[in-house]
Every structure is written in C-alpha cells, then in structure tokens.
Nanobody
Framework: QVQLVESGGGSVQAGGSLRLSCAASRYTYSRYSMGWFRQAPGKEREGVAA???????TYADSVKGRFTISHDNAKNILYLQMNSLKPEDTAMYYC??????????????????WGQGTQVTVSS
C-alpha cells in the first residue's frame, strides 16, 4: 500500500521560510500526480499546490509567488518550498497522491492516498 510521510513543519515568524518534504513509498509510477493540502482548525481542507509527471504545476491563488512545489524523481520525494510565510498559512499540511490521473487539480476529493500531516505555525 502507498505510504506518504511528511516532514519539515515547524514554527516560524511571519516572513520566514520552511521546506516540507513528503517521502513516498510504493508509489512508483512513471506517471504521477501529487499535491500539498492544508487544513486550519475549523476550516475545510484546501489544495495548496499540485504537480504531475509531465512537469505541470498548479497553485492556489493565496500562495502563488510564495510557494514552490517540486518532485525528486530519483528519491521519490515531494517538496513544498514556502517563502514569505504569513500567519494565515498556519495549518496542518498534508501530502497526497492520485491513482487515476487526469487534469491537474487541487480538489482533495480527487486524491486517493494521504499522509498524516505536518504542522506549520506562523506567528506575527
């Protein structure tokens, strides 16, 4: 079964940076689609960024220009570089992967496998 393990979360001040990592095991396909999502207390889970094996990426408007998603094919690790962090970025961040590929999407319902999450806290 596919396993996704996130790491790299923590507490930073506004304007700081963090890099999240997601190690994927048993998800070794030549074609893939993976993404980062986040959920703040009392809010619904929302898509942050997604990437596929064709190199296409998509971002939520709220993080465009600040976050960068990437994937190391050799190591099978998904990354999310987060710069210029804001207090509103505070949330639990999850890595996810899709089995059935299609249009790159930030819809959580389109993803089949999820990690346990890593907490990101940004203080003002």
């Amino acid at each position: 079964q596919v396993q996704l393990v996130e790491s790299g979360g923590g507490s930073v001040q506004a304007g700081g940076s963090l890099r999240l990592s997601c190690a994927a095991s048993r998800y070794t396909y030549s074609r893939y689609s993976m993404g980062w999502f986040r959920q703040a207390p009392g809010k619904e889970r929302e898509g942050v960024a997604a990437i596929n094996s064709d190199g296409f990426t998509t971002y939520a408007d709220s993080v465009k220009g600040r976050f960068t998603i990437s994937h190391d094919n050799a190591k099978n690790i998904l990354y999310l570089q987060m710069n210029s962090l804001k207090p509103e970025d505070t949330a639990m961040y999850y890595c996810a992967a899709r089995v059935i590929l299609g249009i790159l999407t930030l819809s959580p319902g389109a993803y089949n496998y999820w990690g346990q999450g890593t907490q990101v806290t940004v203080s003002s």
